[in-house]
Antibody
Framework: QVQLQESGPGLVKPSETLSLTCTVS??????????WAWIRQSPGKGLEWIGS???????YYNPSLKSRVTISVDTSKNQFSLRLNSVTAADTAVYYC??????????????WGQGTLVTVSS | DIQMTQSPSSLSASVGDRVTITCRAS??????LAWFQQKPGKAPKSLIY???ILQSGVPSRFSGSGSGTDFTLTISSLQPEDFATYYC?????????FGQGTRLEIK
């Protein structure tokens, strides 16, 4: 059974960098076959896809966040990570990681991690 | 970006009722549509992908249909555990986008 678990600081100061890690168990990222994604959810914007990465390191990002986002993968630790820089209060959200099954251009998400609340505040 | 619009935004129903939720895409997305269920404080759970294929383990009272721009999620006989918020998501094109959600409440 594949499980994902987010970890990282729950409070980030404005203008600083949000960093989260997703640890995958029950499936080896290096096996390929899936992308690995970050999604966030806030009351104001609902569910928003942030970006995805393949085991090779190939990434694709939401254009609305692309200038501030970096997603990386560490197959030796079976983890992938999110960095979002220059954060503002608008980046306050619950952040989820998920496995992405690809269709043609992009994919759907299953399973999801439990989510972690990140608050941007001084 | 493709806009996904769900209706209704909220819905009250009783156990045993048949319920239908609609999702409309701002442009054609073939059958590249997924549905999720989310309960308070929990992560979304995948129900359906490719518009009509049930995710493994999802009860058969859930069904999905549609293609192009108009899609539906139907729950044939509501159970107490089905009261939740439901989201659609398109994966026909980039960026991936979600509907705003439909909150299903107990009448």
């Amino acid at each position: 059974q594949v499980q994902l678990q987010e970890s990282g600081p729950g409070l980030v100061k404005p203008s600083e960098t949000l960093s989260l890690t997703c640890t995958v168990s029950g499936y080896s990222i290096s096996s390929g076959g899936y992308y690995w994604a970050w999604i966030r959810q806030s009351p104001g914007k609902g569910l928003e896809w942030i970006g995805s990465i393949y085991q090779s390191g190939s990434t694709y990002y939401n254009p609305s966040l692309k200038s501030r986002v970096t997603i990386s993968v560490d197959t030796s630790k079976n983890q992938f990570s999110l960095r979002l820089n220059s954060v503002t209060a608008a980046d306050t959200a619950v952040y989820y990681c998920a496995r992405e099954t690809f269709g043609v251009v992009s994919g759907w998400f299953d399973p999801w991690g439990q989510g972690t609340l990140v608050t941007v505040s001084s | 970006d493709i806009q996904m619009t769900q209706s209704p935004s909220s819905l009250s129903a009783s156990v045993g009722d048949r319920v239908t939720i609609t999702c409309r895409a701002s442009q054609g997305i073939s059958s590249y549509l997924a549905w999720f269920q989310q309960k308070p404080g929990k992560a979304p759970k995948s129900l359906i992908y490719a518009a009509s294929i049930l995710q493994s383990g999802v009860p058969s009272r859930f069904s999905g249909s549609g293609s192009g721009t108009d899609f539906t999620l139907t729950i044939s006989s509501l159970q107490p555990e089905d009261f939740a918020t439901y989201y659609c998501q398109q994966y026909n094109s980039y960026p991936i986008t979600f509907g705003q959600g439909t909150r299903l409440e107990i009448k």
